[in-house]
């Protein structure tokens, strides 16, 4: 039967007095009877088996937090009890407030890293973003929201899209950013990395569909890359992300596969056709030049050659008159002084002359060889030949070419 049940009020053990009252004046035999029926095991005479005296570790528990026991004068034992009971339960319900208070008061202590912020929530409102270091918030009230604000992140897109002259090029970007500002970042939008790819595809398209395919295929990949970072920040900073673009990188521009084949002649077609002008105007460098070298040389010579001729006539037009006035002084001795320079200036290099006599058969052959052979060995004995060694000489020529007339025309006679 339990201890509370009605009518088992004798083997209470929260009512001791009553269990001596009710155990006085009866037999030793039902005492020790009673003993062996305690609750708490404890046997007679013997060691405490069952668990130890609650209300003597409430004692102490009151000691050592300095609660005092007070009794009124005059009271009962029960009345004793109970005042002390309540005392005890006010000083155990302020330890445990107190423990309580200072776990919560744990519980807010945080720490900021270097490369983070912090975004304080009070009552789910925005009240501040705290800076690195060591800080406290009251928790269950304020909750804090840590952001790393140095960390580069990517994110890479790649989508086909039409040109402005209406070719499709499928085109991949990588996306650089970091936050900029935590607040922004965490209150603003839903989810920032989601509106940034919808940023990039808005601004790559804007972008790809004002370019030529000849272009993003091949040198304005750099530029296409400035633009779309420009539109995509400029997009960010109208939505109201946080989100600072570091850079853009165009990770590869090409046609669809299904016409990369044919794209690929059409670039090979193109760098035949640059490389082929790029040694046509190598050539021309080189020919050009040379060939202006050239037509100076000859410009220069038919100059050279111009003044040569201007000069020789104005010399001979010069000697001319000068013949002339010589002339009309003396005309004899002139005509014969050109004759005689004419047939030295016809002589001077033939070693044989044939000689048609007028109105003869026979043609003369005058050694003229031998001739300036003998003069030239007597001139060297008398010393250097002169032009009168060389007019004697001519006198000579003529006087035999005269001879032999006169001889022929006899010989003619006879016959």
Do not use: C
Not at 162 to 185: H, M, R
Not at 197 to 214: F, I
Not at 271 to 299: C, F, H, K, T, W
Request: hydrophobic residues 30%; charged residues 30%.
């Amino acid at each position: 039967m339990a201890w509370n049940e009605p009518g088992n009020n004798d083997n209470d053990p929260w009512n001791p007095d009553k269990n001596r009252n009710n155990g006085a004046g009866r037999p030793d035999g039902d005492r020790e009877k009673d003993a062996n029926n305690d609750p708490w095991g404890r046997k007679p005479g013997g060691k405490e088996q069952g668990p130890p005296d609650l209300d003597e570790a409430f004692r102490k528990l009151m000691d050592m937090l300095g609660v005092k026991k007070s009794r009124k004068s005059g009271g009962s034992n029960n009345g004793g009890d109970s005042g002390m009971s309540g005392k005890f339960g006010g000083g155990l319900i302020a330890v445990v407030l107190l423990a309580v208070l200072g776990l919560w008061g744990a519980t807010g202590v945080y720490q900021v890293d270097q490369q983070e912020r912090g975004v304080v929530l009070r009552l789910g409102e925005y009240h501040s973003t705290v800076m690195p270091g060591l800080h406290w918030n009251p928790s269950m009230i304020d909750s804090v929201t840590k952001v790393n604000v140095t960390k580069v992140r990517s994110h890479d897109h790649k989508a086909l899209m039409l040109t402005v002259d209406d070719a499709i090029v499928e085109v991949g970007v990588s996306v650089q950013y970091s936050v900029q500002n935590p607040k922004d970042f965490l209150l603003n939008v839903r989810s920032p990395e989601e509106s940034l790819a919808q940023v990039t595809e808005s601004a790559l398209r804007h972008v790809v569909g004002s370019s030529e395919m000849d272009q993003i295929l091949t040198e304005g990949r750099e530029l296409l890359a400035a633009e779309v970072k420009i539109r995509i920040q400029d997009y960010s900073n109208a939505y109201g992300t946080g989100l600072l673009i570091s850079k853009v990188n165009v990770e590869n521009t090409q046609a669809p596969n299904q016409v990369q084949e044919a794209f690929d002649d059409v670039i090979k077609a193109k760098e035949d056709e640059l490389r082929v002008r790029n040694e046509a105007e190598s050539y021309a460098n080189g020919i050009i030049p040379e060939a202006r070298g050239r037509a100076q040389r000859i410009r220069e010579e038919a100059e050279a050659y111009r003044s040569e001729i201007v000069a020789r006539a104005s010399g001979q037009a010069d000697r001319f008159d000068r013949l002339y006035r010589e002339y009309t002084k003396a005309p004899d001795v002139t005509r014969r002084r050109l004759y005689i320079e004419t047939m030295e200036s016809v002589y001077k290099d033939v070693n044989k002359v044939v000689v048609d006599t007028q109105g003869g058969n026979n043609m003369m052959y005058l050694p003229l060889d031998q001739l300036m052979k003998q003069r030239t060995e007597s001139s060297k004995g008398s010393g250097s030949a002169s032009s009168g060694n060389i007019g004697a000489l001519t006198d000579q020529v003529l006087d035999e070419i005269r001879k032999r007339q006169n001889s022929t025309v006899r010989r003619e006679g006879r016959n």
